[in-house]
């Protein structure tokens, strides 16, 4: 499904297939795809495709940075273009221009917070922060006296303890001690921890829809080449049947992320609706990428599990994705509290209001 | 790459919220009335000649169809919100919801000018029931397996044979039907059958109950002895009835009625649990509410297809494939989520009947209008895999 319908992903698109093909980097054991992919990709302004131009990006809208998100699960690029973008974004919330280099947003949990300390220093501790130990700076979303302020600060300022997702790209926990601000702005009305959860959690569902695209890509693909008990594999109903199962959770996850994606594009506050949107797109996205992705090995058999196969860049990171930004158990109990808070006759309306 | 399965993001316009409104209000004094409990799906009488004369009457029948046959030219997404609020609210739509969503339609593209110009408008005003008669008792996924005959005679054919499961036979007034008209051929086991418009109530149909285990009679075996059918009453082509049958499919396998069945455990468990639910109960609400939604955007996204005038069979299939799946598990895990609610929550009670009915009702609801199975091939072969 790579056909594209604007500039950006196309753009886009040209690059990964260069540069992010994922057969050529699972064979490349020292990591030196990354250098030249991360270049491209700066050089093309994508990274800062929600920083307007007098902030330093691209000034791409909401949606085509969306759909890149979308075609960057479909290729597994690990490099921190999608935190990258979040933290341009978050900055730009606060008018805060964006410097060039990788970026990541802290805190990526809805459960960790950052303080403002009376000295006008960050403190607070941050799991689970994706790319932590590759960025250069930090976007910050921090609590203080005054309410909720958004900073940015030289990376080598935190104390980072290194850790791997499953999907085997950096999930570090990062540290700040009365850590100085380069710039720290007040976080305008209605940008909360909460937006920036949902804004992150949106990213990976797109992500995680495009890596189950190419995951039923791949696995019918292969279907129609392995031949097993003298016939093809995709001769066999059970196999069909597999196959047709993980078509249907690719279209859903496709169809929630992309979704929620359109209604944030199209929104003037984050209300019920937009956390009704975002919510479930996490949670249905998650559940696909485990539902699909189990479907996807099983059809590979073996050959998928093998580190050589690309199978598992595509179902390790779509696995890795549900933690970021909160899990889909975190949102599921969130969007329940919300259901229940609002009472039952509201929730028709809610599921019905777009 | 895999053929494309996109769901594009529609926004429903803004007439459909108006149109909303008014189907909203429209059922509050219906219930106000009394004509019918939206607490209560499993009542008795669920055909109400009188609700359905009232819904024609408000022009949300055949809104898609041409004004010259009583329609309303208004879009598949008018329809899809009148349709999606009537199914909520548990309306008695017995009457109505085959004729207004799948006959209509294939009268409109296969029957003579002046049988539309008879039907359509009836239909329109809520006054026929149609029911479609395509099961035989060898005959059920395997519909090209059907034998009931349509035998060539002066002016019309004879029909012999035996349908069954029929839904609302027994107060009909048509059918759309196939029956075999020729042999299959060597090359093409599906050659042979023929689609046609059956009057009811006629000398030569006879219509005996079956038992459900909800408890209900919605379907039927309806027999057919020496029954004259005329002429005109042939629906598209003699012997080609397998070419017509798939568009109709996107519209039958994709909208509201195929995630909405047992919707209404899922309110009773939102009041049960109350404004400030468990953990347990949050999350369980949580990813229902959230597994709904994205069913939903998919079967508004099919809708938008349909109105583009596109056939997307295999978007549909996935929608009922995944819907009917999920409105099946929905009452089993409701119960789950219902074992701690308190003893003194108001709607105790009206919960257990719901939740009684729908786990009876669960089975049907990955069977009728086409099995998972089939639906699946039917995705299979869309994924190039047949």
Redesign the interface.
């Known amino acids: 499904m790579a056909e594209s319908d604007n500039i950006v992903v196309e753009t886009a698109e040209k690059i990964f297939a260069d540069l992010a093909d994922p057969q050529t980097i699972n064979n490349d054991k020292k990591g030196a795809w990354q250098a030249p992919l991360w270049q491209a990709l700066s050089e093309a302004g994508l990274p800062l495709s929600w920083v307007p131009d007098d902030l330093g990006g691209s000034g791409a809208s909401l949606a085509d940075g969306f759909a890149l998100l979308n075609a960057a699960g479909r290729f597994a690029v690990a490099v921190p273009l999608a935190e990258t973008m979040l933290a341009g974004w978050l900055l730009a919330q606060a008018r805060i221009p964006s410097p060039q280099g990788e970026m990541t947003v802290v805190p990526s949990s809805p459960k960790d917070r950052i303080t403002i300390d009376a000295d006008g220093t960050l403190s607070g501790r941050a799991r689970g922060v994706p790319f932590a130990k590759t960025a250069k700076q930090f976007a910050v979303l921090a609590h203080g006296k005054e309410g909720i302020s958004i900073a940015l600060i030289d990376a080598s300022k935190g104390r980072i303890e290194s850790g791997l997702n499953v999907g085997y790209d950096h999930s570090d926990i990062v540290t700040l001690d009365k850590v100085q601000p380069v710039t720290i702005k007040p976080a305008p009305d209605g940008v909360t921890q909460t937006t920036l959860m949902l804004m992150g959690g949106v990213a990976r569902s797109l992500q995680i829809a495009g890596a189950l695209e190419s995951m039923l890509d791949i696995s019918v693909r292969y279907s129609n080449e392995r031949v097993a008990f003298e016939k093809k594999i995709s001769k066999f109903q059970a196999v069909q049947h597999n196959l047709a199962r993980l078509a249907g959770e690719s279209a859903a996850a496709l169809a929630a992320a992309t979704s929620a994606a359109d209604a944030i594009a199209n929104a003037t506050s984050f209300n019920d609706e937009i956390y009704l949107e975002a919510a479930s797109a996490k949670i249905r996205c998650a559940e696909a990428a485990e539902k699909g992705g189990g479907i996807a090995h099983q059809v590979h058999g073996a050959i998928g599990f093998t580190i050589e196969h690309i199978l598992h860049r595509y179902s390790l990171r779509a696995l890795a994705w549900r933690d970021d930004f909160g899990s889909e158990s975190y949102w599921a109990v969130e969007l329940g509290k919300l259901v229940a808070s609002r009472g039952a006759d509201e929730l028709w309306p809610l599921v019905a209001s777009r | 790459?895999?053929a494309?399965?996109?769901?594009?993001?529609i926004?429903?316009p803004e007439k459909c919220e108006q149109l909303?409104k008014e189907v909203r209000a429209f059922l509050a004094e219906e219930i106000a009335a009394g004509t019918f409990d939206p607490h209560k799906p499993n009542r008795e009488d669920t055909d109400v000649p009188e609700f359905s004369r009232k819904v024609g009457a408000r022009g949300w029948l055949g809104m898609t169809w041409p004004k010259k046959y009583g329609g309303q030219e208004r879009s598949f997404l008018e329809r899809y919100?009148v349709t999606?609020?009537m199914r909520?609210a548990n309306a008695p739509t017995r009457r109505f919801f085959v004729a207004d969503r799948q006959s209509g339609p294939v009268l409109l593209k296969y029957a003579p000018e002046h049988i539309k110009m008879e039907i359509l408008p009836r239909i329109c005003r809520g006054e026929i029931c149609f029911a479609i008669g395509m099961s035989e008792p060898n005959s059920g996924s395997d519909l090209f397996a059907a034998k009931t005959r349509a035998t060539k005679t002066d002016g019309g054919y004879l029909i012999n044979g035996t349908k069954i499961w029929t839904s609302s036979a027994h107060i009909a007034d048509y059918m759309i039907a196939i029956f075999r008209t020729s042999p299959p051929t060597k090359e093409n086991r599906r050659h042979g059958l023929t689609q046609f418009l059956v009057k009811m109530k006629q000398p030569g149909i006879k219509v005996n109950p079956i038992g459900q285990i909800t408890g209900q009679y919605e379907f039927n075996e309806v027999v057919f002895t020496d029954h004259f059918i005329p002429d005109d009453h042939v629906l598209g082509e003699v012997d080609g009835a397998w070419k017509q049958a798939t568009s109709e499919l996107a519209y039958e396998r994709s909208g509201p009625e195929r995630f909405l069945e047992t919707y209404y455990v899922?309110?009773?468990l939102?009041?049960a649990?109350?404004?400030?639910?468990d953990?347990r109960?949050?999350?369980?609400?949580?990813?229902l509410?959230?597994?709904?939604?994205?069913?939903?955007?998919?079967s508004v996204?099919v809708a938008g297809m349909l109105q583009a005038g596109k056939e997307p069979v295999v978007?549909a299939s996935?929608v009922k494939?995944?819907g009917t799946v999920w409105e099946q598990q929905l009452p089993h895990r409701v119960r789950d989520l219902a074992a701690f609610v308190e003893e003194t929550a108001t709607n105790r009670e009206t919960l257990e009947r719901q939740l009684d009915f729908a786990i009876k009702t669960a089975p049907k609801l990955t069977i009728q209008g086409g099995t998972t199975?089939v639906?699946?091939?039917i995705?299979?072969r869309?994924?190039?895999?047949?």
């Open positions: 790459m895999t494309a399965l996109r769901f594009d993001p926004r429903l909303r919100v999606e609020e909520v899922l309110t009773e939102v009041r649990v109350g404004p400030n639910p953990t109960s949050a999350e369980g609400i949580g990813r509410v959230a597994q709904l939604h994205t069913m939903r955007r998919m996204s978007e996935i494939d995944i199975e639906l699946r091939g995705i299979a869309g994924l190039g895999l047949r």
